[in-house]
Each structure stands twice: as C-alpha cells, then as structure tokens.
C-alpha cells in the first residue's frame, strides 16, 4: 500500500515540476525578453562554419531541445526519480518530465493562436464597421442582409 502512494506523490510531482520546465523553455525560445538573445543564437546556428556551434545555439531556439537542459536542472535540484530508484528512476523521470513539459507547451501554444485568431477576427469587424458603417459580421447565425460585399482590395490594407 505505501509503494500505491508513493508513485502516487511522484505523479503528482510529475504534473507539477513539468509548469516551471515548460514554462522556463517556453519563455527562452518564445518571448519577447529572450528576443535578442534568441536572434543571436538563431544566426550563429545557421551561419557558423562549425556544425558543433551550430547545434549548441539551436539548443536555444527550440522548445523541445531546450526543454532537457531545463529537465536536467530540476532533476539535479529536486533529485527527483519516477517508478525506480537511482539512474533508472532519473532516466523516466527525465523523458516523462520532458514529454510532460512538451505537452503544456503545446497547449500553450494552441491557446495562445485562438486568442491571436480572436483578435484579429475582432480587429478586422472593427476595421469593416470603421469602414463601412455597418456590422458584416452574421445575425443570429444568418448573414446580416444590409451588408455589402467588401472587394478584395479592402483587406489590402488590414
């Protein structure tokens, strides 16, 4: 029964240590923060003679890479282990961290694109009502009939 809820806890604790992994990964390799930095590394893993170098700056550019670095770390900090004791438990504690990781960045990132979508579906209705004067979005599900079709030359400049 205790074995029960000891992998009990190292799951929990998998959930848990995966959010600052991905969250760590995330933020190199995508934000705003990390941007100069992270162009220097994109240029120096396309542009340096050496394939070595080269794939050590990529390492800073790619979530999934980057992602066991950060792994790493926390295993090395927490001493977490999952299933096994010592190097066995190390080893899927590490991938099962990653791919946990992984999976919340990619949720993230998902999210991240229906919220930019949104907001470009919304900056474009305003656009076509500042335009226009009218709402071309439809009604109740059925296409507003007062709406005049907008050429494509009116999107050329949204």
């Known amino acids: 029964m205790s074995a029960i809820i000891m992998h009990h806890h190292e799951l929990i604790w998998l959930f848990?240590?995966?959010i600052p992994i991905a969250c760590i990964a995330w933020t190199v390799t995508h934000e705003e923060i990390f941007?100069?930095?992270?162009?220097?590394c994109i240029r120096q893993s396309r542009e340096h003679r050496s394939a070595f170098v080269r794939k050590c700056f990529?390492?800073?550019t790619?979530?999934?890479c980057f992602s066991h670095y950060v792994t790493a770390f926390f295993l090395a900090a927490t001493g977490y282990t999952l299933l096994l004791p010592g190097w066995r438990g190390y080893l899927i504690g590490g991938f099962s961290l990653v791919w946990v990781a992984n999976i919340y960045m990619g949720l993230f990132g998902l999210l991240r694109q229906a919220i930019k979508a949104e907001k470009t579906k919304i900056t474009l209705d305003e656009k076509i009502i500042e335009n226009n004067g009218?709402?071309?979005?439809?009604?109740n599900g059925k296409k507003n009939s007062a709406a005049k079709k907008v050429s494509p030359e009116h999107w050329k400049d949204i």
């Not at 941007?35 to 220097?40: F, S």
């Not at 009218?134 to 009604?139: E, T």
């Open 134 to 139: 009218y709402d071309a979005s439809p009604v």
């Open 62 to 64: 790619c979530e999934y």
């Open 58 to 60: 990529y390492v800073f």
């Open 35 to 40: 941007a100069a930095p992270r162009n220097y």
């Open 16 to 18: 848990v240590l995966a």
